[in-house]
């Protein structure tokens, strides 16, 4: 342990860099985060290489596997139970709301089990944490723009057929959407996971809790099926409820905006980013000696 006599100002250390285990996020942590962002990007690559390393079919999972899940849905939800989609082509309006929960999903689930997947390289070196967590949200980020390249052409099509038309307004605003639900899921997955660093027991009751939040978010059924009631204010609490139907409103031309909702889920997303950074910033430093 450094001698409090021995403790120097940074100018005195020269190129080196004091690392204290002060509890508070440090200063400058956000600058110091734009100097490794190579390592961001390094990230980024080495997870697409382990990931499809040794697989048939490689990258090409990324679109067949929800392309198969959203035929699955069309089969089941929008055949057997004959839930209506707006008028909306059913392959585009259940790949369009798999693309988007995917995004989110894997944003929040990739971030829940950081300490415990990376506990051995956050041991051995140091390197911003917060970088891993980012990370994962690009990876789910360039996921979701690949299934987009398959959506664009069902898109196309049925544009061109006149059986879709959507609001170029709120278009415009899809940079936003994007932001705000991949920083949501940043913020709820990066809190999951300094929970996991002690308590490995939420690792199996996050699995639960995605399934549930699924259920629990128009992705399946249109916010318009859902009549008046308790039901629906829950889910209108819910903050990826009106992302999902802001992206339907934007390329479908159909979708329910609700401004008390929408505040809503922007006030919650940016709780769950500030309270998910100090959180994390205060469970990486002692995190090891739990895992």
Avoid: H
């Avoid at 942590?29 to 690559?45: C, D, P, T």
């Avoid at 849905?73 to 995917?102: C, D, H, V």
Wanted: aromatic fraction near 16%.
């Amino acid at each position: 342990m450094t001698d409090e006599k021995d403790i120097r100002t940074p100018e005195e250390y020269g190129d080196y860099t004091l690392i204290d285990p002060s509890m508070k996020p440090r200063k400058g942590a956000w600058k110091e985060l734009l100097q490794y962002r190579s390592l961001i990007g390094m990230f980024v690559k080495r997870e697409f290489l382990v990931k499809y390393k040794q697989t048939v079919l490689g990258p090409i999972w990324i679109v067949l596997q929800p392309f198969l899940m959203s035929l699955a849905y069309m089969f089941i939800f929008g055949g057997i139970a004959r839930i209506q989609t707006e008028g909306i082509p059913k392959i585009l309006f259940y790949l369009g709301s798999n693309a988007m929960w995917t995004f989110f999903s894997s944003s929040l689930l990739s971030n829940a089990n950081v300490f415990t997947s990376y506990a051995q390289l956050f041991g051995k070196i140091y390197f911003p944490r917060i970088t891993v967590p980012i990370a994962n949200v690009v990876i789910s980020l360039i996921q979701f723009f690949v299934v987009m390249v398959l959506f664009a052409g069902f898109y196309i099509w049925y544009l061109a057929k006149g059986e879709v038309a959507g609001s170029w307004t709120v278009f415009a605003l899809l940079p936003a959407i994007l932001i705000q639900l991949g920083a949501l899921g940043l913020g709820c997955g990066i809190i999951l996971s300094s929970a996991t660093a002690k308590y490995r027991d939420v690792s199996i009751v996050i699995q639960f809790l995605g399934q549930i939040w699924l259920y629990a978010t128009p992705v399946l059924f249109p916010l318009s099926s859902i009549p008046d009631g308790v039901m629906r204010t829950l889910m209108l609490l819910n903050p990826v409820t009106q992302p999902m139907e802001l992206f339907r409103l934007a390329v479908f031309g159909q979708g329910t905006f609700v401004p008390w909702s929408c505040a809503w889920s922007v006030l919650v997303t940016a709780t769950a980013v500030c309270a998910g950074w100090r959180i994390f910033s205060r469970v990486e430093k002692t995190f090891i000696d739990t895992v």
